[in-house]
């Protein structure tokens, strides 16, 4: 290898594939939340969610064999998935109305900061997995590390709101 080779390969640049990658998720939802806003960054990212969320789904049900998760399983595979990707979700609360989730480390890490388009991607995993599987959930992403928060509070609701009061959030119906 020639010393030029080798001075280059021992410089001190933070880039692995795992870096490069959230670093250009970050970039993209953070081009389309100046080219089209927010609200049209978020819905480009949950078209993918829901993809992705629709994949894991099956890949649950059938790890579990299972035609339909259970209220539990839900909780627990939401806290999986997010695991397995480097997230730290934990389940807060689990009732017959509502799941409440807790974060403390997001999958994307630092480079989440001022791109909440990228909360669309765990509100629509979140949604189809269970809605999916429970038939309604509205995900309501109250507090989150994009928007500056230490962590994130997410509560699924899982069953339609019986009033105009209900707070805002995405819903998702069994397909």
């Known amino acids: 290898m020639s010393s030029a080779a080798e001075a280059v390969r021992r410089l001190p640049v ?14 993209l939802a953070g081009t389309l939340q100046e080219v089209v806003g927010l609200d049209q960054a978020s819905g480009f990212v949950s078209i993918v969610g829901q993809k992705i969320g629709d994949r894991l789904n099956e890949e649950y049900r059938s790890g579990l064999r299972a035609k339909a998760l ?27 109305d ?8 997001c999958p994307f890490g630092e480079l989440v900061k001022d791109r909440q388009a990228l909360c669309m991607m765990t509100s629509n995993v979140f949604g189809v997995i269970t809605a999916e599987n429970l038939g309604y959930a509205r995900v309501v992403i109250e507090e989150s590390i994009a928007q500056g928060h230490a962590g994130c509070r997410v509560v699924v609701h899982l069953k339609p709101p019986l009033d105009d009061d209900a707070p805002a959030g995405q819903e998702y119906f069994k397909g």
Not at 98 to 105: E, P, S
């Open 14 to 27: 933070e880039l692995d594939r795992d870096r490069f990658l959230r670093q250009l998720l970050r970039e």
């Open 70 to 96: 259970t209220r539990e399983q839900v909780a627990q595979v939401l806290v999986d998935l997010k695991r397995r990707i480097q997230g730290d979700f934990y389940v807060i609360e689990e009732s017959d």
């Open 98 to 105: 509502k799941l409440v989730l807790g974060n403390r480390a």
